[in-house]
């Protein structure tokens, strides 16, 4: 709500399916997908940059930008 906003464009994954992988950004550390679900169900935030989501396909791993396109809404169209 910082921003006034009432609405805020969201990409819903199941992170149950085995074609969604979570790496982490830091080479030597873990961040596993159950690390995102236990973060995001408690409400405490990772640091920024702990980890990369991505999803699996024929393209081979993608970060999950690639499978949905790019959403073009003004702040107004939010608020």
Do not use: N
Not at 8 to 37: C, M, N, Q
Not at 39 to 45: E, V, Y
Not at 52 to 79: A, C, M, N, Q, T
């Amino acid at each position: 709500m910082l921003l006034g906003c009432s609405r805020i464009p969201v990409l819903f994954l199941d992170y149950s399916s085995p074609k969604i992988h979570v790496k982490a950004w830091r080479p030597g550390e873990i961040v596993t997908k159950e690390d995102v679900i236990r973060a995001g169900l408690s409400g405490q935030k990772m640091p920024p940059r702990t980890s990369r989501h991505l999803v699996e396909g024929p393209w081979g791993l993608k970060h999950i930008s690639f499978i949905e396109k790019d959403v073009y809404l003004s702040l107004e169209e939010l608020l």
